[in-house]
């Protein structure tokens, strides 16, 4: 079994800074890609952010700029920076880690509980 577990969303004002993490533990044998998603009510999770296992990172627009991910390896966590939060910011954030459990495996996706973000005065 793999586990996500996500921490650190909660309420702050707009120009504020959080910074969640996303610990993996469990069955595993190799972490590939993880990133960190985003989805409010209505709308189509989306992707934030996403850092390789060699630290190329990629963003969307909306965040570029404003948001750091990062990854510790030791630590088998991701980190998602959040600096200068903005009211559209606030969504449920969700981690997602590509892990192989076994030599013999491929990598399949594995998501975090999710954590909310409010961006509110």
């Known amino acids: 079994q793999v586990q996500l577990v996500e921490s650190g969303g909660g309420l702050v004002q707009p120009g504020g800074s959080l910074k969640l993490s996303c610990a993996a533990s469990?069955?595993?044998?190799?972490?590939?890609?993880m990133a960190w998603y985003r989805q409010t009510a209505g709308k189509q999770r989306e992707l934030v952010a996403r850092?390789?296992?060699?630290?190329?990172?990629i963003y969307a627009d909306s965040v570029k700029g404003r948001f750091t991910i990062s990854r510790d390896g030791t630590k088998n966590t991701v980190y998602l920076q959040m600096n200068s939060l903005k009211p559209e910011d606030t969504a449920v954030y969700y981690c997602?880690?590509?892990?192989?459990?076994?030599?013999?495996?491929?990598?399949?996706?594995?998501w975090g509980q999710g954590t909310q973000v409010t961006v509110s005065s």
């Open positions: 850092i390789t296992n060699s630290g190329s990172t």
């Open positions: 997602n880690v590509a892990v192989a459990q076994t030599f013999w495996s491929s990598r399949t996706p594995y």
């Open positions: 469990g069955s595993i044998f190799i972490i590939g890609d």
